[in-house]
């Protein structure tokens, strides 16, 4: 049972200078249902006002005032704001009661709002104004513009006023400001001059609402285009634009121009190639689109030009080669096929990338197979070669890295056990403790914030990544082994297609030993890869943090094997779950089967 | 400072029984390295093959003798065999101080080795009988061979001698064994009337050695080609078979033939197409690369044949429905487009497979804009339909199964803190010291046995897959759910692609709005999975565990907290790292830039 003796509270909490959200913050349900109750009881509008300007976004229940069972409710995020919801709650409740009684308070409501309806405040004044009540006791309009200026500043409420392009109310407002008539009186007479939309234009312009203005200007007719695309591209509003114009009419194809223009500093080459295209700029999409390698668009917009054949071969060379600097191959290989119409650079292409199976396909499709011998058997054999000499190196590579972090582990817990003896054991409580609160604090820390920061986290796990040394003795040498090897795991792991294709080709040219050769030191490779897992990366997610007791546990090696785990998660927070992909052993695609039956 | 009282420590643990295997055992290398003097101590062939005899393949000094320090060396593994030094030292050691005298016990080494070596055994047998030593007291052809039969059973050594293919041998073994003359007398006198080669190969088959059988076979010329053939089918000896021909003959393509039939039988047609292509057996290549869809092989070796081009069209037809029933529209596309000459089924396929790139490609390049409108346009309106359903179908399950696993876990929490009242805290270490000690035995376990026996452990997985059920209060359920929820984040992290090439096609035909409306959903539904991750899983692999000690814990909440771990560490084991997948939050691929900067 609630007795909402909401005066007695309030005046209370005046005496004792407590915080008056209070009164909503502790129970917000109750006060939304008795808003009625609440003005009726407080009985003035001096008092609902105070209450409206003490309102803060923040819940007191949490910050100055905790609830001594400690059950502080979860903030709320993203839901309507609790100072917007007090304020209309009051003010709807009481418009019913008596509008003229509260119109001071009902002003407050307007401008305490998380973004102050000040036009809104100002049009009900001006309505005052403009029609007086006549019930006694309501405030005039006089009275209410000076209580509006004590609480807003006259700037901001002159600009607001402008802003609802009432020039009554600008005038009402300018009056009661300290501003010079003989400056703000020739700006207001020039304005009403004016064309409605340009006018209105003016005053967003003048306002700094940009979006506003060039939805007003774009009403001013064809005259005003070229002003319209200049605000478009000093206020960088393309997207705006674009929606304000019909998508046949030039003006839409001068913004899409524009607009690429923009995008194409932006490194956004593609986009930008899209926009010209849509809008029929054939050639500017065109150099767009080859700019940024988007060759299929780039070949299609050529086509509708059309370029004459010779010139479509030759950006398909450019193209090509383009491509053949980012290693795409087979995409190269398309565009020297079929609009440079040289099959021969196509397969040389192919060969290079080692697509194997379609170098076949275009030899045989275009009766090339001289090519078989003089390219395609010899890259064959090279590429076999550079395999093997490429899983020498990163076997040879995990194999150190492997040894290495066995000998820093070791070196490692022997050490921490030698701190132990040599300290005794007589107070570590107050250590453990304080460990593991800052484990406590920074994990909180990390999570709260990975949405929020996440490009400075980025940055941060770059920096981190630096600091990871494989220097011998570096503090997080073992980190960077097990950074270094888990890469070369995923490297490895990544050969399978790779692999498998060129184990087929050889075989299909009877490069049988080769194949055999290859086929076995890879799947070592990977198998003494798969066999060291456990070792590098003891600590799977599940696989059971050493338990700290046991039947064979002494005081010793309990705190030793405690203190390890402290030490573990004490270690440089892990700015994301990201960042401790290494510590996870990283996946093996068992699941491709890429070894040949045929080869034993 | 050892005293090699070799003699003594022989006698000793004869008297008292103990495992002779310890002499090496306990200390290898000075055994090794005093071979000589154990020879010369024991002086007697007798304790010499005793001590041969007993060898085993074991560590006495962990298994039955532990070191009273409890320092047991790593078993090694990989290395050569104990019995087999041991064997192999002292037979060299023997040869060199007197052949003849420790004749005996050089036999009882070959024998006793892990593969024994019965044909040197019965070789060096054969050469005493045919040049008997002059050195008094050197044992006879007559003795030695009575006593390898006191080693070994006679039929092993009755084939081990056929196996020598040394008929004196076999002769020489068959008159001190049971057998009848009658029996073997024949069967050896056939053998001695076949050619050599024959002759090995019919030995090398009564011994069940089909290897070294099919090697004799292939020596005996092309009359026995057949036979080989069958015996390569029935013993499946197809790659040996394949090494013993050269790849320019007959034999060999047959031998392919027959290899490839295999293959096909074992759901292996790729490899069997390669190995008819490669002997020119074009038609079952072809058969063989269409029957698996290796598209690019079958119309290699169709246009070697040369299929007329109308049968090429067809067969790509045929090839094409076979790749858009897998979904690999673009694959088939190129099959219709450049095989079947029909660019307007190529151009379906690529819309059916949302290639629209592709497409718009085809559609330029053969001039075929009208599709565009008739096909292309509506397609992309059904795709951008389709996504959203299925966005939001995968949205709601995240959101019901995010909230469920809310309620379980409370659910379970509560209940664990209720046992914990009920028992009360009066003797808890017994229990935890079990439950900690099957922790460790079990993830021993699921490390040693992870590589042995992975196909094993891949039924397990699947069989602890089923056991997880999404059904209201089963018993893993929070598990199922984290599963489905991992699943789901996947899913939609992988649409990035699809959405992305979506985006851009919708914005090229003007149906801005429509990608807005998309690429926002898209968007949500990512931002939602992502802040979802923490919740979801909060225990990433270095998050940090939740201290067991800290400022504010009280006895209640250390228990707690530290029978939840131990609770989680005790939930079913994970047969393996990959089985604790979805313990680990999903990976998201944030790097992949999806968004449109135009659609705002």
């Known amino acids: 049972q609630v007795s909402l003796r909401f005066r007695d509270a309030f005046e209370c909490m005046r005496k004792l200078r407590i915080n008056l959200n209070f009164i909503y913050d502790h129970n917000p349900k109750v006060f939304l249902e008795n808003i009625q109750t609440f003005i009726s009881e407080l009985n ?31 903030p709320q995020t993203g839901g309507p704001k609790k100072v917007d919801v007090v304020c209309d709650a009051l003010r709807r409740t009481m418009e019913t009661l008596d509008q003229n009684k509260y119109f001071l308070s009902i002003l407050t409501s307007h401008v305490k709002k998380t973004v102050p309806e000040l036009e809104i405040a100002l049009q009900k004044v001006h309505e005052l104004r403009v029609k007086p009540p006549e019930s006694p006791g309501s405030v005039s309009a006089e009275e209410a513009l000076k209580y509006l200026l004590f609480l807003v500043d006259v700037n901001d409420l002159y600009d607001h006023s402008l802003g609802t392009y009432d020039f009554d109310l600008v005038l009402m407002v300018a009056e009661k ?50 002003e319209a695309l200049q605000l478009v591209k000093e206020q960088k509003l393309f997207a705006e634009a674009l929606r304000l114009y019909p998508a046949d009419s030039p003006h839409y194809r001068a913004l899409s121009c524009a607009y690429a223009e923009h995008l194409v500093e932006g490194r956004q080459a593609e986009q930008a190639g899209l926009l010209l ?35 479509l071969a030759l950006l398909a060379r450019d193209l090509a080669v383009k491509l053949s600097e980012q290693r795409r191959h087979a995409e190269a290989a398309v565009l020297l096929d079929q609009y440079a119409k040289d099959c021969e650079e196509a397969i040389l ?69 030698d701190m132990l003896d040599e300290e005794g054991l007589d107070c570590p409580d107050a250590e453990l403790y304080s460990e593991a609160s800052s484990v406590m604090t920074t994990s909180k820390y990390s999570h709260s914030n990975s949405r929020i920061s996440s490009r400075s986290s980025k940055n941060r796990r770059k920096a981190e990544r630096k600091k990871l040394s494989l ?10 082994l097990m950074y270094a090897l888990s890469e070369l795991v995923t490297t490895v792991d990544k050969m399978r297609e790779e692999v498998s294709d060129l184990l087929r080709a050889l075989v299909l040219f009877q490069y049988h030993r080769q194949a055999e050769a290859l086929q076995l030191a890879f799947q070592e490779a990977l198998q003494m890869m798969e066999a060291a897992v456990p070792e590098v990366w003891p600590e799977g997610p599940q696989s059971g943090q050493t338990p700290l007791t046991g039947p064979n546990s002494t005081a010793n090696s309990i705190m030793a094997s405690f203190q390890q785990q402290q030490q573990q998660q004490q270690q440089p927070p892990p700015a994301s779950q990201q960042d401790a992909d290494f510590l996870v052993p990283p996946k093996m695609r068992n699941c491709i089967k890429w070894k040949l039956s045929i080869l034993t």
């Open 349 to 417: 292409a192919l060969i290079t990338g080692a697509c194997w199976e379609e170098a076949l396909r275009l030899i045989y499709t275009h009766n090339r197979q001289d090519i078989t011998e003089t390219n395609l058997k010899p890259a064959l054999l090279d590429a076999v070669g550079a395999q093997n000499a490429f899983l020498d190196a990163q076997v040879a590579t995990f194999t150190r890295h492997r040894s290495r972090l066995a000998a820093v582990r070791e070196h490692k817990a022997k050490a921490r056990l």
């Open 177 to 226: 400001s300290q501003k010079d008539p003989k400056e703000y009186l020739p700006f207001l007479n020039m304005l009403k001059s004016l064309e409605q939309n340009y006018q209105r234009y003016t005053i967003d312009k003048h306002l700094k609402r940009y979006r506003k203005a060039l939805q007003h200007l774009s009403k001013c007719g064809d005259g005003c285009f070229p």
């Open 277 to 311: 295209w849509r809008c029929g700029e054939l050639t500017s999409a065109l150099q767009a689109f080859v700019s940024c390698s988007s060759w299929r668009n780039a070949i299609c917009v050529a086509q509708q030009i059309p370029l004459p054949p010779e010139h």
């Open 471 to 480: 220097k011998e003795g570096s503090p997080m040498e073992d980190r960077a």
């Open 44 to 74: 003035s509008t001096n008092h609902i006002n105070l209450f409206l300007t003490e309102l803060k976004e923040e819940d007191t229940t949490s910050s100055m005032y905790p609830r001594p069972d400690g059950s502080a409710l979860l």
